[in-house]
């Protein structure tokens, strides 16, 4: 029996898909989540679990380490497709599930093609390509598959760790205890986290002692970023007409994608799924006659979880009076309170967005906010929400550090994207 031959059909029949999407990338990302559901191809969460990498957004120069290396942790039959724009995803899954196949039966056109420049899509730091038996899992030493607060993740290599595992000092903790330290980074490629975004900590037994934030890395061509979920405020500053429904439904769309998350950082994939159809159903314009019943008992069902209010009260707290004068604003500032508060101010927020997203009345930024809080350029909302994870994640558990980040959700996308790019610049 031809072993590797049944490997491979298996693996191109149905891929599972590791979505690596980076600053800029939201479109793809999206996109690529529609088609694999539609498709039925699974979405992994570790490296372990993937067929295909499917690496959605610019290229980033700064990333290209972490995507080497969870390209190494990959298993064989594994192949590595890039679609920068959402327009590509199609194409590039269509490519990326070929190279998974036998060679013998392996069409041509499994071969990326060519752009303007005759450079293969991937030239950059990102080629397709496809290895099916020169790999053993784990080979490199890098143990970068790290689950936290319940949820199967992959930290994305950014920590050097011989055997796996972190290494750790000494150092006083809070009681004035001498316990081993641990050092830690969370993302830039881990499931359901914020794209690009790495988070560095200090652990002492479960807590979390020391927090560092990496700066979010820039795309190779600033035109190439876009800052998808702001787009109408972005259009809407530089002069183009932009109906507030439009907006509306743009913001009630972000705060579902976010939802999905929290959810599915907390354990409830089912919900996280409802919550992403309907991101997607509005995102693709559907009449709120459509959506409203569906909406309404999605934000019915959620904020009257106990289970879910249990899990996350009390972890991540910030009143609303610090929250402002951190510089926060929108739905973080006006929850006032810990990760319950905050997630429960989002469903708010689509509730009383629902009869509005088919206003016509031209949208005044100063007047509507934008879905992580009122639109500045010079100092975007997502700023001020990542400059606050330090302080909510400090003294907390390892198990909810992960809750906290996803009840913020900041955008790494808003200072990476060309209008922020240009503002910032001068």
């Keep these: 029996m031809d072993l590797t031959g049944l490997t491979l ?44 990498l499917l690496v959605a957004g610019p290229d980033l120069p700064e990333l290209r380490t972490p995507l ?57 730091g990102a080629r397709e390509r496809h290895e099916g038996d020169d790999h053993t899992p784990g080979h490199d030493g890098h143990g970068d598959h790290g689950g936290h607060g319940g949820h199967g993740g992959h930290s994305g290599g950014q920590t050097e760790m011989p055997g796996g595992l972190p290494m750790a000092g000494q150092g006083a903790d809070r009681d004035g205890l001498t316990l081993d330290q641990l050092h830690l980074a969370l993302g830039p ?13 200090v652990l002492q037994g479960d807590v979390v002692q020391r927090v560092d934030v990496d700066e979010p890395a820039r795309p190779f061509d600033d035109a ?8 109408p405020w972005l259009r809407a500053a530089s002069g183009e007409p932009v109906p507030v429904g439009e907006a509306v439904r743009r913001r009630a769309a972000a705060h579902l994608d976010s939802l999905g998350r929290l959810l599915a950082v907390a354990g409830w994939p089912a919900e996280a799924v409802r919550a992403w159809r309907l991101r997607d159903d509005l995102l693709s314009g559907a009449p709120r006659a459509a959506v409203a019943p569906r909406l309404e008992r999605f934000t019915r069902r959620v904020g009257r979880s106990r289970t879910l209010a249990w899990l996350t009260r009390g972890i991540g707290v910030v009143t609303a009076q610090k929250a402002r004068e951190a510089g926060v604003g929108g739905p973080a500032a006006r929850a006032g309170g810990d990760v ?24 005044d930024v100063a007047v509507e906010d934008s879905p992580r809080g009122p639109w500045s350029a010079e100092h975007p909302p997502s700023a001020a929400l990542i400059a606050l994870l330090p302080r909510l994640l400090e003294g907390a558990e390892l198990a909810a550090a992960r809750l906290v980040v996803a009840s913020l959700d900041p955008d790494p996308d808003e200072l990476v994207s060309r209008g922020v790019v240009e503002v910032a610049r001068g």
Excluded at 194 to 200: C, H, I, Q
Excluded at 224 to 231: M, T
Excluded at 349 to 362: F, T
């Design 9 to 52: 059909r298996v693996a191109a029949a149905r891929p599972h898909v590791l979505l690596a999407a980076v600053p800029g990338g939201a479109a793809v990302r999206l996109a690529a989540e529609r088609l694999l559901r539609a498709r039925d191809w699974p979405q992994a969460s570790t490296p372990a679990q993937a067929d295909l």
């Design 224 to 231: 190439a970023a876009e800052a998808f979920w702001v787009q």
């Design 340 to 363: 319950t508060s905050r997630y429960r101010q989002w469903l708010a927020d689509i509730r009383h967005d629902l009869p509005r997203l088919e206003d016509p009345v031209p949208l």
């Design 189 to 201: 490629f881990l499931a359901d986290w914020p794209a690009g975004l790495t988070v560095r900590l």
């Design 68 to 124: 080497e290396r969870l390209w190494r942790d990959m298993p064989a039959p594994r192949a590595r497709v890039h679609a920068r724009t959402a327009d590509e995803v199609e194409d590039a899954l269509n490519a990326g599930r070929a190279l998974l196949g036998p060679p013998a039966v392996r069409p041509a056109s499994a071969a990326p093609p060519a752009d303007a420049g005759g450079h293969r899509k991937g030239d950059h």
